[in-house]
């Protein structure tokens, strides 16, 4: 399992590792984001976001569950799952179409759906350390199932 880690210490930093990926990434790739409330998640996704080529306005679809972007260079579907009861709800809105279909899919709070993943992800934690700053942000990159180098 291939692991980068990132050190980011401010919003700018974040966005840019984010813009970096969404540059690089592969049609079909899922991307999952987990980190607690302010760690810095829909900074990043808004990087990722124009990393595709998206030019519209991206924000948390934490009450829709899906947003769609077709904008960039591919589909960009954004997924935030915080207030999915259970992964039945996926089901519901299609979501094999996604995460199986042509475009780079990132989903935000995806352990709460971790049943349902792909065999195959980019997992990405941002996590806080208070003892390097405030506005210091620790990004591991994770390929989840791949055998070697995933990006
Ligand atoms: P989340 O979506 O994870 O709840 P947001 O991306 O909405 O978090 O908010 C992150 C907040 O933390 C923003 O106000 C941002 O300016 C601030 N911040 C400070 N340092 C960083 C950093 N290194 N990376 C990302 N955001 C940061
Ligand atoms: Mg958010």
Not at 28 to 48: C, I, M, W, Y
Not at 97 to 107: A, D, S
């Given at each position: 399992?291939?692991?980068t880690?990132f050190?980011?210490?401010g919003?700018?930093?974040t966005?840019?590792?984010?813009k970096?990926?969404?540059e690089?990434?592969k ?5 999952t ?5 302010g ?7 808004k990087?990722l976001a124009e990393g595709?080529?998206?030019?519209e306005q991206?924000?948390?679809p934490t009450?829709?569950i ?5 904008q960039?260079?591919?589909p960009?579907?954004?997924?935030d ?8 709800e996926?089901?519901?809105?299609g979501y094999?179409?996604y ?8 989903i935000?709070w ?12 980019l ?8 003892e390097k700053?405030?506005?210091y ?5 994770e390929?989840?199932g791949y055998e070697?180098h995933?990006?």
């Amino acid at each position: 399992m291939d692991k980068t880690i990132f050190e980011s210490f401010g919003p700018e930093d974040t966005f840019r590792f984010g813009k970096e990926l969404g540059e690089k990434a592969k049609e079909g790739s899922v991307f999952t984001l987990v980190g607690d409330l302010g760690a810095g998640k829909t900074v990043f996704s808004k990087g990722l976001a124009e990393g595709l080529g998206v030019t519209e306005q991206v924000n948390s679809p934490t009450f829709t569950i899906l947003q769609v972007y077709e904008q960039g260079r591919c589909p960009f579907y954004h997924f935030d799952v915080y207030r999915i009861g259970d992964s039945s709800e996926m089901d519901e809105i299609g979501y094999e179409e996604y995460i199986y279909g042509e475009g780079v899919c990132l989903i935000e709070w995806a352990d709460l759906i971790e049943e349902i993943l792909p065999p195959r992800y980019l997992k990405v934690t941002i996590e806080k350390d208070v003892e390097k700053g405030y506005d210091y942000r620790k990004i591991t990159l994770e390929g989840v199932g791949y055998e070697d180098h995933c990006y």
